[in-house]
T-cell receptor
């Protein structure tokens, strides 16, 4: 079946550090890929998405590139801030599947 | 403000006592869905609805019911809650389905004792 695997957390970084959160996927069809972010006590928010190979999604300084050859969608940010502390979820959907398949989430903590 | 509103935010109940978690959206979205979030498992879909009176099972529907009598509302019903339904629940809506991206509610933390 379809699945998403994220790097194990938690991840702790200092402010202004470079961030990478790895995400790989297995899909029976041609997926669309997403990153969602969950701030403490809140619901998930769509951070970025990509719907075809080599597309780059970007938002709020975060980027992720859809790599079909490595079945990956790694999240990156060049300089993190304390306000980026949250749980990040990688997810996919297959056209017509009517659901998102989520990874287990990666908790990110940024220290000042 | 465009939003998905869930109630209650927190609920502690006893095994077997029927409960309903309400979900309402003000964006005129066709699609709505319920997920549960458990540590180490991410989010798993319980039920979804593609339009009024159209609902279908997700990956973990056992022990849950839903209804979609109006476009804006999509309540989750636990007829006889059990401790393994202790979880964090999220309602989500979308204009046309998951590819369009979801708007999530703030969540309902349910504890069944």
């Amino acid at each position: 079946g379809d699945s998403v695997t994220q790097m194990e957390g938690p991840v702790t970084l200092s402010e202004e550090a470079f961030l990478t959160i790895n995400c790989t996927y297995t899909a029976t069809g041609y997926p669309s890929l997403f990153w969602y972010v969950q701030y403490p006590g809140e619901g998930l928010q769509l951070l970025l998405k990509a719907t075809k190979a080599d597309d780059k999604g970007s938002n709020k300084g975060f980027e992720a590139t859809y790599r079909k050859e490595t079945t990956s969608f790694h999240l990156e940010k060049g300089s993190v801030q304390v306000s980026d502390s949250a749980v990040y979820f990688c997810a996919l959907t297959i056209q017509g599947a009517q659901k998102l398949v989520f990874g287990q989430g990666t908790r990110l903590t940024i220290n000042p | 403000e465009a939003q998905v509103t869930q109630n209650p935010r927190y609920l502690i109940t006893v095994t077997g006592k029927k409960l309903t978690v309400t979900c309402s959206q003000n964006m005129n979205h066709e699609y709505m869905s319920w997920y549960r979030q458990d540590p180490g498992l991410g989010l798993r879909q319980i039920y979804y609805s593609m339009n009024v009176e159209v609902t279908d099972k997700g990956d973990v529907p056992e022990g849950y019911k839903v209804s979609r009598k109006e476009k804006r509302n999509f309540p989750l019903i636990l007829e006889s809650p059990s401790p393994n339904q202790t979880s964090l629940y999220f309602c989500a809506s979308s204009l046309s389905g998951p590819v369009a991206g979801y708007t999530f509610g703030s969540g309902t933390r349910l504890t069944v004792v």
